[in-house]
């Protein structure tokens, strides 16, 4: 025990005899979060909209009007010609064009045939979607109005009710994908070259030659880090519920154990990777670089895994942010118990036994 | 002496058994794979239906919306607590509540209500699954109204069609979008991370003071390490081009050669800012750590996955620094609407800006003395 406790003194020397390491350490996470936070979000809003409309009657009037009072859309300007809409979209300046039919009061009234276009830019699908979905709601809404009006029977009422996040925030979805992001890839980069330094300095030989086993020396790696993270979690806890405006619906102790958890798997997983490698620049690029891509597109952060084909879906399944992310969301927002986080709880405990063993067994005590 | 020193940072990377395979396994897989995990398409949203009418319209309008092709039935519950259930445990998105008096109101007072809840957490699932939802229903009315029309001989009620157009990508395919921006992301990540550790690493193992002691101008020095990034930042563009066109079919409809042209620029801005965090850091990690920060920043303020118009303004502010930004416009206006050079002129100057400033920076803040 004693041996483990100087050795850990060791680690902790080695962090705070480089202050402007420690700083950026403790910094980053906090910067990337609040930046991130704030600036990944798909909410659709204020979309500017241009309007074609030969007809100027009572009906689309009304329609206008009812996509003004709307929080999605702005109304821009009304085109002369069909062929300005071309120009407006390769100018950019608006998101939406809405072209409705010649003599559109008169034919809806009498032969069916008006006709409202919704035209988006489809470069990005799924703002095109989301926009074409809120703008065809709020006009089939005129029409219910009409039906209504003439009092035509058979009429369903849809009461929509949004569970967890009413308002629709961005934050809610992707502030929990920026903590796993950030914790993960911190805590990878910060281990993996743990043991590569000392190989690299050649202090490897020292630790060697002393009567320290393997496992001692991983665990103690780890924990100076852990501290480390530890103020980081606080700090992004801290962050997230003041800055980013994040609930914490459910139990504060399970948000904080499965956290703590996940850290220690994120760091397990640079000392296996640092255990693997001989220099500290490969350490970083597979820990900083090769790491950060699958968490940024496959851990479910930002794109659904449900879309995604089985193989990747597979590679999905093995990154620990994912079910990170998806045990934060279940307890901050949804505000579940313990019951609801044990699948999770296991993956990740499994993980992190899965990640000391192999680092163990990839532990060289001979010199090559 | 500035043909030696290239060929000397080329023996380096050719010798380093982890590089070469950076440099053009990784775009090649990464390309290949990753398109198809970029989607934010909302498809399949699972649902869990509650009918407590248990008759024969509110059957029909669960196979309507069983077979409508976008949702997939997750469960059919007793009740809502049940159903809230699946909704916790990520078993259903959104749950469809009949009330029990559902024909009943439908029949005799020709109205009736549904309750849909939806899972919001991920507001683009939820919000979008329950308004095609509550379309669905709306069809669903229209089709029982229109029965009793038949029956009746009643007239025509007033309507009016809705009709979606997409401009430039017709069928709303999602490599058409992200493919021709994570090639920007695919250079980013090698074109600045090798860079940025390249002249540290030299400071770790020592043989920096040797060029300290040789008469190597800083300019040539920098020089040097710039122009193989150079180069492999067009080996990579043109795998990417390669594995573009051979799985996604993709080719540009303005011209390959503006894409070249910009991306000259776009490295030797990207380069240089490496060069610049290398010639600050004092260990590998720092380097690692900068760079890692700044390449995040860059990447998400840059509309590669969210668009900078639904960021705060604050944020679109930021994103007028992130060099992505640009390469990326010019590379989606390039592959999907053909934009010429004269057309993007503001990006063009962006980014040669961008390249003047790390570049000069980075020769500036390379110092010979320690």
Known sequence: ??????????????????????????????????????????????????????SRDAATEAIINKLRANDYFVFKRYLNSP????????????????????????????????QVQLITDGSDPNTATTLTTYATNIIGSYQQDLLQLSGVPYQIVPQIKLLYNPQMKGAYQFVPGVMGMV?????????????????????????????????????????????????????????????????????????????????FVSLALGILISSMVNTQLVALLISGMALMVP?????????????????????????????????????????????????ELAILGGMAVFFIAVSLHKFKNRLE | ??????????????????LPRVIVAFPFMALWILPMAANFE?????????DNSHSTYSSRLVRKVASSGYFKLANLSSNYSQALRDVELDRADVVLEIPPRFEENLVREGASSVMISANTVNGTRGGLGSAFLAS????????????????????????????????????????????PALMVMLMTLICG???????????????????????????????????????????????????????????????????????????????????????????????????????MTFIFMSGLYTPVNSMPQWAQNVSIFSPLKYFILVMRLVYLKGSGIGELTVPFGALCGFALFFNTLAVVTYRKRS
């Open chain 1, 295 to 343: 968490i940024m597109l496959l851990s479910g952060m930002m794109f659904p895994v449900e879309n995604m084909p089985w193989f990747l879906r597979a590679i999905s399944n093995v990154i620990p942010a994912r079910w990170y992310i998806i045990a934060v969301k279940k307890i901050m927002i949804e505000g579940l118990g313990l019951s609801s986080i044990l699948k």
């Open chain 1, 1 to 54: 025990m004693k041996q483990f406790m100087t050795f850990v003194k060791k680690e902790f020397l080695h962090i705070f005899r480089d202050p402007l390491t420690t700083a950026i350490l403790l910094g980053l996470p906090m910067l990337m979060l609040v930046l991130f936070g704030f600036a990944i979000t798909t909410e659709v809003k204020n979309t500017q909209v241009a309007i074609y409309d030969p």
């Open chain 2, 42 to 50: 909302v498809r399949n949203v699972r649902l869990s239906v509650v």
């Open chain 2, 136 to 179: 669905v229903v709306g069809d669903f009315a229209a089709e029982v109204h229109g029965e009793w029309r038949q029956g009746t001989g009643t007239l025509a009620v007033p309507s009016f069609g809705i009709v979606p157009q997409f401009r430039y990508n017709p069928h709303l395919r999602y490599p058409v979008f992200m493919v």
């Open chain 2, 193 to 295: 991370f090798l860079p940025a550790l390249n002249i540290v690493s030299e400071k770790e193992r020592g043989t920096i003071e040797q060029i300290n002691v040789t008469p190597v101008s800083r300019l040539a020095f920098i020089m040097s390490k710039l122009i193989p990034y150079w180069i492999i930042g067009f080996v990579v563009l043109t795998i990417c081009f390669g594995v573009a066109r051979l799985f996604y079919g993709l080719i540009p409809k303005g011209n390959l050669y503006t894409i070249y042209l910009f991306a000259s620029v776009y490295v030797l801005a990207l380069s240089g800012f490496g060069l610049v965090i290398s010639n600050f850091a004092k260990s590998i990690q720092q380097a690692m750590f900068m760079m890692f920060f700044f390449v």
């Open chain 1, 183 to 263: 914790l993960m890839l911190i805590c990878a980069m910060m281990t993996s070259i743990a043991i590569a330094r000392e190989k690299e300095m050649g202090t490897m030989e020292v630790l060697l030659v002393s009567p320290m086993k393997p496992l001692v020396m991983i665990l103690a790696k780890t924990v100076p880090y852990f501290f480390l993270s530890i103020v980081n979690l606080t700090n992004i806890l801290l962050l997230s519920k003041f800055m980013l405006g994040l609930p914490i619906a459910g139990s504060l102790v399970w948000l904080v154990g499965i956290s703590l958890l996940f850290i």
């Open chain 2, 1 to 18: 002496m500035l043909k030696f020193l290239i060929e000397r940072e080329f023996k380096q990377i050719r010798r380093n058994p982890f």
């Open chain 1, 83 to 114: 062929e300005e809409i071309e120009t407006a979209f390769q100018r950019g300046e608006v998101g939406l064009v809405v072209v409705f039919s010649e003599r559109f009061y008169e034919n809806l009234l009498h032969t069916g045939e008006a």
